[in-house]
């Protein structure tokens, strides 16, 4: 070849083509959207993050989050993502219009993260774990069904009765989201819920009662304090490789009185009698961060999925949850 | 042109005996050759010296992030070394500290071979690889005390990023004006790819940076960018490398000009206008326009044409030579090399089809893919060139047959296995993923033992890197063999060489 100039030319211009093909073109499709408002202005999605969340972002990038998990539901004809209650529609791109970095992620050593705050709880169900369920969780099942919905009564007192019997069995049921899909399913004063709330609220309030090995609700804020400070005890029986992050912790002696914030740890983590364990305002702002990941919202773009509902059988929760109410039954 | 007046024709002295005639013409070429040689030695010494240094602390970065990933409370306690800041930390310590300098000082040295010209004020191009090291070491210490940006293969922060562009610069532009001051007409296989490389690279890294960090984009954008940039830095920066200097190396060993010009030069440019079209269809089913991913997945299925372009004049010209293999250190870590481009491309295109990808994405069959073309493609390639090279700038030749061996089949040994596990791995966990009756923790368990297998496929590497580590020490320190023929592998059947020369 004796054209430099054409040699020049061409690998300028095989860049300039990828370039504009691949990133400019797709920038001006997809790269300018506006949140997505009704009629009148209001209800506003997405909506930017509180600073803790903002702050949290940061922790999440520098200690490698993004690895392991994802933040991306696929459709429902691709993939599993929304059999696994992972959302309940598609991602698109406006969920992800103020997010910087947006963490899509490219791998699954661990689950999908894109609703994990939606996930979580309720505030006052949070708030006011069912005493009955805390002390004497096997005394009744029917004690402990106070203010949340028969649904969620329904679906938590067997489990809860069984881990009375046995610990083990209680451990492994509680990660499960629907911890007993079959009450839930037979329970008809459910009220039927609209599809938009259904799938997400159902396991969620199904996990509000709190674990009577002193485990706070599944996604809680509590929670994901525990679980980043030991996965490992508190998903017992499963064998995540999740590394802890004790480092987002700080372990000191309790002077006065126990901070509100510290961890309840039970077992081989307990510090001991005098010592306390509380998260530092980085891992504060880390699980601001994640339960303020939501992407719930309906967008005229990507429309709920609507076999979404609950489907028992195909739930994952199915298999476990099974265990606790054979051993109920002996 | 035709493939006889490539430049380079006649092959090395030292390896083939030459006819009587050619002797004076041969001789000036060897002088001209030795000049050159010596004016890229201290600065190709250099980046291959501090490429190995970064090849030994990313292969120690590697181990902890295989081993933590099944055994998770190994030093989980200090957050410098925690699973999420080990990994980034080993690839970009492999990116750009191995891989880069590595292949910047082969590209170096072949050019200055090729334009036939010497390496003009060396000792400056030694700042640029000291600039370079210093913006690794910048921002892989960013990384590990947790100023990471959080996207893939640029999590060095823009104050790291920006030492490295200096530094890259200065290189560039000795590369630059060796190609201005080059002699005769012809511009080599190799040089274009080098030339491509050399020019790719600032482009698609200053136009990443600039739309990640100057004038940020908006939302899934991000993810966007960050992939066409590890694509084409995988593609244009890396393979180009990688291929340009199997192109010279191949024919350079066999004493024998490659087979095809044309095929080559078909090779040349569709690889570079489809692979640096690919990538896209790692975000499959994502948030993101389906045409974008189509047309990516289009473009891994065109690569088929520089693949099979490539391969087949590799093939071509080492027809009837194979034997020779048996002997020569940087034939078969090359050879190696160009066949792991192949498989590479066949596995890209395999990952990247829609059925496949439903059950390979989200997987650790991702991994297997980098792996694939970043060890057992182009870092066996790089590992051949320093097997041709480092003697010409050392004046010595390696000490230990045995030793090269050994680094060969624990490389060759370990990339296959790690490929092979984490390619089964992946499969088998991408399988319970997609399968929604199975709970989320399976797909996690049923990888764990393909994962432990890795680990032990490290090893092997490791071994493989203190190895020749240790055999680079000794030639740089002036402890190789003083003799006027080569290395070769099995030196017992030299006489059989030369027959079959």
């Known amino acids: 070849m004796k054209g430099v100039t054409g040699l020049f030319l061409g690998i300028f211009g095989t860049f300039a083509f990828s370039w504009t093909g691949l990133t400019l073109i797709p920038n001006w499709q997809i790269g300018h959207l506006d949140p997505q408002a009704d009629e009148e202005g209001t209800d506003i999605y997405p909506q930017p993050k509180s600073g803790m969340a903002q702050r949290g972002r940061k922790i999440y990038a520098a200690n490698g989050c993004v690895y392991c998990h994802s933040q991306q539901v696929r459709a429902d004809y691709a993939a599993s993502d929304i059999d696994r209650k992972w959302g309940t529609r598609r991602s698109a791109p406006r969920d992800y219009i103020f997010e910087r970095p947006a963490f899509l992620g490219k791998m699954r050593l661990g689950p999908d993260l894109s609703n994990i705050g939606k996930r979580a709880p309720s505030e006052e169900e949070n708030a006011s774990p069912s005493p009955a369920a805390s002390t004497s969780p096997g005394a009744s099942p029917a004690a402990n069904t106070p203010a949340s919905s028969p649904n969620a009564s329904a679906a938590s007192s067997p489990a809860a009765a069984a881990a009375s019997a046995s610990p083990a069995a209680s451990a492994n049921a509680s990660p499960a989201p629907a911890s007993s899909p079959a009450p839930a399913n037979s329970s008809p004063p459910a009220t039927s819920p609209s599809p938009a709330t259904s799938p997400a609220s159902s396991p969620a309030t199904a996990e509000a009662t709190p674990n009577p090995n002193g485990i706070p609700p599944q996604y809680s804020a509590a929670w994901h304090h525990l679980h980043l400070y030991s996965p490992r005890s508190v998903l017992a029986g499963s064998s995540s490789n999740m590394p802890a992050y004790k480092f987002l912790y700080e372990k000191r002696r309790i002077s006065g009185e126990r901070s509100a914030d510290a961890l309840k740890l039970t077992g081989a983590e307990n510090p001991g009698e005098d010592w306390e364990v509380v998260p530092s305002y980085d891992a504060k702002c880390l699980v601001a961060y994640l339960m303020s990941l939501d992407q719930s919202h309906e967008l005229k773009e990507a429309k709920l999925t609507s076999g979404a509902a609950p489907a028992p059988s195909a739930s994952p929760a199915a298999s476990p949850a099974a265990a606790p109410l054979k051993e109920e039954k002996k | ?501």
């Open chain 2, 1 to 501: 042109m035709n493939p006889s007046e490539v430049p380079f024709t006649p092959p090395d002295p030292a390896e083939v005996t030459t006819t009587d005639s050619e002797v004076t013409t041969l001789d000036v070429e060897q002088v001209e050759r030795a000049l050159i040689d010596a004016s890229t030695r201290i600065p190709v010494l250099f980046f291959y010296g501090s490429a190995i240094v970064w090849l030994l602390l990313g292969t120690l970065l590697a181990g902890l992030t295989s081993w933590k990933l099944h055994a998770p409370d190994l030093l989980a306690d200090c957050s410098w070394i925690t699973w999420g800041r080990v990994r980034p930390a080993h690839m970009n310590v492999m990116v750009y500290g191995w891989a880069s300098m590595a292949g910047i000082g082969t590209a170096i040295w072949l050019m200055a071979r090729l334009c036939r010209t010497t390496l003009r004020h060396p000792l400056l191009l030694i700042t640029g690889g000291a600039f370079w090291n210093l913006g690794v070491l910048l921002g892989v210490g960013a990384i590990i005390v947790g100023d990471s940006t959080g996207y893939e293969w640029l999590e060095f922060p823009p104050y790291a990023s920006i030492v490295l562009f200096v530094a890259y610069s200065l290189v560039v532009s000795w590369a630059m004006l060796m190609f201005r001051f080059r002699r005769g007409e012809n511009i080599y296989i190799t040089q274009w790819y080098l030339l491509g490389a050399f020019l790719w690279f600032p482009w698609v890294y200053g136009a990443t940076q600039i739309m990640l960090f100057a004038v940020p984009v908006q939302g899934v954008m991000q993810a966007a960018v960050t992939w066409w940039f590890g694509n084409n830095l995988m593609f244009l920066w890396f393979g180009a490398i990688g291929l340009g200097t199997a192109y010279y190396m191949i024919p350079k060993v066999i004493g024998r000009p490659v087979y095809s010009y044309h095929l080559a030069a078909i090779g040349f440019w569709t690889y570079a206008l489809f692979a640096s079209w690919t990538g896209m269809q790692r975000l499959v089913d994502g948030p993101f326009p389906a045409w974008m991913i189509t047309a990516s997945i289009a473009a891994s299925i065109l690569t088929l044409i520089p693949v099979a372009t490539v391969g087949l004049n590799h093939h071509m010209t080492m027809q009837g030579y194979f034997g020779l293999l048996r002997y020569s250190p940087t034939l078969r870590f090359t050879v190696f090399g160009a066949f792991a481009y192949t498989v590479f491309s066949l596995m890209g295109i395999f990952l990247s089809l829609r059925s496949i990808a439903g059950y390979v994405h989200f997987s650790e069959a991702s991994i297997a893919y980098s792996h694939i073309g970043l060890y057992a493609f182009f870092t066996m390639i790089i590992f051949g060139s320093m097997y041709y090279i480092v003697p010409r700038l050392v004046g010595r030749e390696w000490r230990y047959a045995t030793l090269i061996k050994l680094h060969f089949w624990s490389s060759a040994y370990g990339v296959g296995l790690m490929v092979l596990m984490l390619f089964l791995g992946g499969i088998a966990q991408g399988n319970s993923m997609h399968d929604p009756t199975l709970q989320f923790t399976e797909a996690t368990d049923s990888v764990l033992p393909y994962l432990r297998g890795r680990s032990v496929s490290g090893m092997l590497l490791t071994i493989a890197h203190f190895i020749f580590a240790f055999h680079f020490g000794l030639m740089l320190f002036g402890l190789g063999r003083s003799a006027s023929v080569p290395t070769f592998l099995n030196p017992k059947e030299e006489e059989a060489v030369k027959e079959h020369i």
